[in-house]
Structure formats: C-alpha cells, structure tokens
C-alpha cells in the first residue's frame, strides 16, 4: 500500500552527491527522492549519516505525501520567517504533528519513534 500512496514522479534530472557513491546502500533510494524534488543536498553534499531536524522532517513528508505547503496553525517557537515554516503549518494543520507543551522545536532532531508517528498519521490522511 505504501508504495500506491509514494509513488513519486521524477522532475529533474539526478544530481551527483559527492559523499553519495553508487555503491552506498541507499544510493538508489536517494537518487530516485532528490530527483522527485524531495530532498536536496548542500553545497554538491547529502550528508546521508546526518540525523534530521524536525523542520527538514516536515518538509520531506509534506513533498513525499503532496501536502500543499502552508496552513492556519502555529507553533510559537516557529516564526513565519522559518525556512520550513509552510511545511511545519501543513503538518500541524493535517494533525499530523502536534508539537510537545505546545512547540514543535524545528531544530530538534527527530526521533526515530517521532517519525514512525508522523508518517502513520500521513499515510492515513492520504487515504482518505
């Protein structure tokens, strides 16, 4: 079912990361994301063993489910001017994320069990 709801179009062409070889694991899973417009590197780099923010987190799963950036929640540790501050807002507004006290911490890393959660809650708003 997974792969129905992600089934990503390819909208430019692939680019090189100079720390992802073709023989690292995820090589392909990498490619096929960057080239749908997904992810996107930095300076020619992907740094495939950082950890993610919660804010890149949020913009990976509003781009991967086509969630319309942009909504009508806030979070007050997030200011209009974040760089992911439409993705955060298309999250919170899906009740996808609902933050923790009140803030969502966009710089704080996301957990493992924070993601498992993010993506059931996407994945059943898709089906809908």
């Known amino acids: 079912m997974w792969q ?5 179009k390819l909208k430019s062409a ?7 070889t073709a023989n690292h ?3 392909a899973a990498i ?3 960057q080239q749908a417009g997904v992810i996107h590197g930095a300076d020619g ?9 919660r804010g890149q987190m949020a913009k990976i799963l509003v781009l991967a489910s086509n969630f319309t950036p942009g ?13 992911a501050y439409d993705y955060i807002a298309a ?8 933050g923790s006290n009140g803030r969502f ?24």
């Open 4 to 8: 129905v709801l992600y089934e990503l």
């Open 14 to 20: 692939p680019v090189d990361f100079k720390d992802v």
């Open 25 to 27: 694991p995820n090589y």
């Open 31 to 33: 490619s096929k994301l």
């Open 45 to 53: 780099l992907f740094r495939p063993n950082d950890t993610l923010t």
């Open 71 to 83: 909504g009508q929640k806030t979070f007050p540790d997030v200011s209009r001017t974040y760089w």
């Open 91 to 98: 999250l919170a507004d899906l009740n996808i994320v609902g």
């Open 105 to 128: 911490n966009p710089n704080g890393a996301v957990t493992r069990g924070q993601f498992v959660g993010m993506l059931d809650k996407a994945l059943k708003v898709m089906e809908k």
